[in-house]
């Protein structure tokens, strides 16, 4: 039973309404998705200043030059990862930390990596006082994959790269699945790559636009 408690989530109702405006009524229905959404407090995960716009429909500065994705674009993500509880994610730039967490709720076991140590630290710190206990961040370059937690059943990238890098496809398990934007600053497709008997076989979910993701096997400038 929930009830409302007064002034114990001044938050909820604004949850409510970004997830009834900006997910349901957009055709996302995966309920796992959607009641992660309703739970996770993501004004925790942008600075106090920008707290009143924490659930627009957009997405907003969390220093460094990045992003908190807009909640749409979390939501999507998520439900065509097709996650459950017993799958383990892999997921590049942490940003925030909210994406990481909407994950949480939904698996088993997340590992995420982010290229900036101090958005990293910000998204451990925010994470711990949560309570998520099943999130492991390292700072390193993503695109390389986290080989001793490797094979991942699912790999959520938040960033975008000129192509699907290799070792992330090779750190793919056999009938897992990646959503990942593939394309330029101009414009990218949101991606979904699966493996089946060890091949890539890829299906495009519409036009998106990430951050780059930056370094070896993606962007080298
Ligand atoms: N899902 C996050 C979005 C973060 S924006 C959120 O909602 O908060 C994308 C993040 O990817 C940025 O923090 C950026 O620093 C990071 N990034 C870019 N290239 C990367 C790489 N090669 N490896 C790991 N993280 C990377």
């Not at 039973?1 to 996302?28: H, K, N, T, W």
């Not at 627009?56 to 459950?84: C, F, K, N, R």
């Not at 017993?86 to 925030?96: A, R, Y």
Request: a neutral charge.
């Amino acid at each position: 039973m929930s009830a409302a408690r007064p002034g114990g989530d001044p938050y909820a109702r604004d949850r409510e309404r970004m997830v009834d405006e900006q997910l349901v009524r957009r055709g996302i229905t995966d309920t796992h998705v959607l009641e992660a959404m309703r739970r996770v407090p993501r004004h925790l995960f942008v600075d106090e200043a920008l707290r009143s716009r924490a659930h627009g429909d957009h997405p907003l500065p969390i220093g460094e030059e990045q992003t908190i994705s807009q909640p749409y674009i979390v939501g999507l993500m998520t439900s065509l990862l097709d996650a459950s509880r017993d799958v383990k994610v892999l997921e590049i730039g942490t940003g925030s930390g909210y994406q990481t967490a909407v994950l949480a709720e939904i698996v088993r076991r997340v590992c995420s990596i982010e290229r900036l140590p101090r958005l990293a630290q910000r998204a451990r710190g925010v994470l711990e006082a949560l309570g998520y206990a099943n999130v492991w961040i390292r700072v390193a370059n993503g695109a390389l994959g986290w080989i001793d937690e490797a094979p991942f059943d699912r790999i959520l990238v938040a960033a975008g790269g000129p192509r699907v890098p290799p070792p992330l496809f090779d750190q793919l398990a056999e009938g897992g699945r990646m959503v990942l934007p593939v394309g330029d600053d101009e414009g990218q497709v949101l991606t979904v790559v699966e493996k089946v008997s060890g091949q890539m076989v890829t299906t495009p979910h519409g036009d998106c636009r990430f951050v780059r993701l930056v370094g070896k096997y993606a962007w080298e400038t």
